[in-house]
């Protein structure tokens, strides 16, 4: 089942009134969903700490270079060649080592539907360049895990502190707690209060 339902919707309103006050103000969030595999988790490494506009352009570019986006192509592509593309040393470090990991089958994309979220992430930041974040990204958007709370997404804190005020790490994971199991739909509401209060909805 899709993280955005009616369902669980109705649920999480009754957990806490912020929902229900986002939901008035803005509607319900859409339904963010990517197809699971090497691109969209290409894209969510060039996604690391820059905007969304520049990784899509960082993105097309290599796109447009490569004849096919896939593993196999990327990897023969020359750290000079991707760089050109605009992508960072660093970036381009990691894309090599997600690319190496599919090659070696030391990452299986379609085993991952079936494993528990934990496992995932084992799975996934075993891998040079592919953090926390990286992974919470993967799993709602790819996976449509229900109950993630990517805690590293400067969005979602700033949101949380902007609805309960200033708190740490550890505090901001005791109120995610309240919302259990449907975490990743509580994020989507509050990127959805944090996009649209800024008019980048």
């Known amino acids: 089942m899709e993280i955005v339902n009616h369902n669980d919707i109705e649920c999480l309103i009754t957990k806490d009134s912020i929902f229900k006050q986002i939901q008035k103000n803005y ?13 969209s988790l290409s894209q969510m490494i060039l996604e690391q700490q820059v905007s969304l506009a520049s990784a899509r352009a960082h993105f097309d570019k290599l796109n447009a270079y490569l004849s096919a986006f ?19 040393r660093q970036k381009t470090k990691y894309l090599r080592a997600l690319a190496e990991a599919v090659l070696s089958r030391e990452l299986v ?3 991952l539907q079936q494993m ?10 075993a891998i040079k360049g592919i953090g926390n974040w990286t992974t919470d990204v993967y799993l709602m958007f790819c996976l449509q895990a229900k109950d993630i709370f990517p ?4 969005a979602l804190v700033n949101t949380v502190k902007e609805f309960f005020g200033e708190m740490d790490t550890e505090e901001i994971v005791k109120i995610g707690e ?24």
Do not use: M
């Open 27 to 39: 509607g319900n969030p859409p339904s963010w969903a990517r197809p699971e595999g090497f691109i």
């Open 70 to 88: 896939t593993p196999t192509e990327l990897i023969k592509l020359s750290d000079e060649e991707i760089r050109s593309c605009q992508i960072s």
């Open 178 to 201: 309240r919302w259990q199991p449907l975490r990743s739909l509580a994020t989507y509401f509050l990127w959805h209060h944090y996009l649209c209060k800024r008019g980048r909805s």
């Open 116 to 125: 528990p979220a934990e496992e995932v992430r084992k799975k996934l930041t």
């Open 151 to 154: 805690t590293g997404d400067i």
């Open 109 to 111: 994309f379609d085993e």
